[in-house]
T-cell receptor, first 114, second 116 residues
Framework: KAGVTQTPRYLIKTRGQQVTLSCSPI?????VSWYQQTPGQGLQFLFE???????NKGNFPGRFSGRQFSNSRSEMNVSTLELGDSALYLCASSPVSGGYNEQFFGPGTRLTVL | AQKVTQAQTEISVVEKEDVTLDCVYETRDTTYYLFWYKQPPSGELVFLIRRNSFDEQNEISGRYSWNFQKSTSSFNFTITASQVVDSAVYFC?????????????FGTGTSLTVIP
């Protein structure tokens, strides 16, 4: 079974631009979660999508948004990029939604904002 | 509020030494789940173990063992006879009860370096 894939793997943008990241979950997984990982902050939860609906949202500004398609693929969008948005963005999938779930992580997208 | 604390930011050990990674959590939920993940240099987090709040039995898997103590809100991870391949960042995480969706709280991670 193919793992979680994320594209692109690396991205360089400048302040004020917007960016879209993509995540394809493991086949059959309906829940996709996004995390921001920065040094010293660990993994911070952005949001979770389950069956095309946002189920949970972390404490991030509205510039961060996402969506999920009927095939469970998910995209994350960040508008008006700031220097502090430079981070590794991780996507994780699980078969269903619930706090007991083992999550399967992708390799991440490394975003650098100049 | 939920919180996971991994006080050890970086640890270095010599190969074959034992090492314990500490994890302390905070929650008022009575049902919750605790996890450990490993993030090798390649970047992908890999699931290691899950415990639910009603199961305080310690677990051993090869060289890995976990000690869950509700009385001290701790879920510590011990690697016995460490190997160079154990070098990675280890994250402890807390999951809330099932009907709140995938809501996980991660610690800031402990970077383990095993020196040959």
């Amino acid at each position: 079974k193919a793992g979680v894939t994320q594209t692109p793997r690396y991205l360089i943008k400048t302040r004020g631009q917007q960016v879209t990241l993509s995540c394809s979950p493991i086949s059959g997984h309906r829940s996709v979660s996004w995390y921001q990982q920065t040094p010293g902050q660990g993994l911070q939860f952005l949001f979770e999508y389950f069956s095309e609906t946002q189920r949970n949202k972390g404490n991030f500004p509205g510039r961060f948004s996402g969506r999920q398609f009927s095939n469970s693929r998910s995209e994350m969008n960040v508008s008006t990029l700031e220097l502090g948005d430079s981070a590794l963005y991780l996507c994780a999938s699980s078969p269903v939604s619930g706090g007991y779930n083992e999550q399967f992580f992708g390799p991440g997208t490394r975003l650098t904002v100049l | 509020a939920q919180k996971v604390t991994q006080a050890q930011t970086e640890i270095s050990v010599v190969e074959k030494e034992d090492v314990t990674l500490d994890c302390v959590y905070e929650t008022r939920d009575t049902t919750y789940y605790l996890f450990w993940y490993k993030q090798p240099p390649s970047g992908e987090l890999v699931f290691l173990i899950r415990r639910n709040s009603f199961d305080e039995q310690n677990e051993i898997s090869g060289r890995y063992s976990w000690n869950f103590q509700k009385s001290t809100s701790s879920f510590n991870f011990t690697i016995t006879a460490s190997q160079v391949v154990d070098s990675a960042v280890y994250f402890c995480a807390l999951g809330r009860r099932p009907n709140t969706g995938n809501q996980f709280y991660f610690g800031t991670g402990t970077s383990l370096t095993v020196i040959p």
